[in-house]
């Protein structure tokens, strides 16, 4: 279920600087069985995953999802950047993502969470790239059945590395959406 939430315009009576998060990518969170893709355990690794946004503006949230988690999930790092080739992030983009103020997170299963504001400009069907490191065993994931965008499981935090050039990529891990505020630009 995805829904776009419109900023008012100022002639609908709102403030002329209130400004509404918009959802511009997201993917329905799945519970991991035979009809949806499922991953197998792991631990000590970063799900890097390339999204395509319909919205910009001028700071995104990041919602991850543990909604069919069986257990809580340790978010140890989170990048997000653009996109700059299938393999790499633009120079300078690099944005360290935090949840209430911190770099690292625990997701309860069976929920949500959402990041911080992240200053981060994006355009209309630009890429950015998120990246998360999970140091603690991950058995079963919220996952979404129909591979759509690129990504990679890499051993370690490599939610820093600019380029993944040699990685080949593999499917769709998780269950994320983006947000966007601001103006298009």
Known sequence: MNRAINTPSSSEGSAPHTVAWVRTWGAFPQAPNN?????????????RQIVRITGGGHHIRIRISNEYGTAPLTIGAAHVAITDTDDGIQHGSDHVVTFSGQPTATVPAGAPILSDPIHLRTAALSRPTISLYLPDRVDTATCHG????????????????????????????????????????
């Open 35 to 47: 009809s949806v893709s499922c991953i197998e355990p792991f631990e000590n690794a970063t799900l």
């Open 146 to 185: 129909i591979f759509h965008t690129l990504g990679w499981l890499i051993p370690g935090d490599a939610t820093a590395l600019v380029s993944l050039r040699g990685w080949i990529p593999c499917h769709r891990r998780g269950s994320r959406r983006v947000s966007a505020r601001g103006p298009d630009l």
